[in-house]
């Protein structure tokens, strides 16, 4: 079988999500460095087939760009009032941002970062990467509130 390759920056961009996801789960018990590290040190050092869903034969090389991942993990934090506002100003009258799952604004928070501050970033590749994360992590309601949202932001930016 031949080796095969996530692109690097997918795997970023979900390391970045689990990060900040783990970082609201602890209440904030370590800083948000702490998770980064710990996060990169998942990635570099185990075998993670199994958290993706891949058999153990699979040749499937899991390995994110650390540099991308720790600028999108920081300008995701150092913009996270712009970012959550952004969601705020999304959601229907019956939602909060507090009653949102933690995943849906974890990946919500990220995918507008790098919508918002990653210029460089095709937008309409940021709108594909990120649903078809949501398609793998959320449910197909949450994944059509994901496509919508980022659909709109990418449109008023």
Request: include cysteine; glycine fraction near 2%; charged fraction near 25%.
């Amino acid at each position: 079988m031949s080796s095969k390759k996530i692109s690097n920056k997918t795997i970023s961009r979900i390391a970045a999500i689990q990060t900040l996801y783990q970082y609201e789960q602890k209440n904030q018990d370590y800083s948000i460095d702490e998770h980064l590290q710990k996060i990169i040190s998942m990635y570099e050092s185990g075998d993670l087939t199994s958290d993706f869903g891949l058999s153990k034969d699979n040749k499937i090389k899991i390995k994110p760009s650390v540099s991308f991942l720790i600028l999108l993990v920081k300008t995701t934090t150092e913009h996270l009032e712009v970012i959550t506002q952004s969601i705020i100003t999304h959601l229907s009258e019956e939602w909060e941002i507090d009653k949102l799952p933690p995943l849906l604004l974890a990946l919500l928070r990220v995918s507008i970062c790098e919508l918002k501050f990653f210029p460089e970033t095709p937008r309409k590749v940021v709108i594909n990467e990120f649903t078809d994360i949501a398609s793998d992590m959320l449910s197909d309601n949450e994944v059509g509130f994901v496509n919508s949202v980022l659909d709109t932001i990418a449109k008023e930016n």
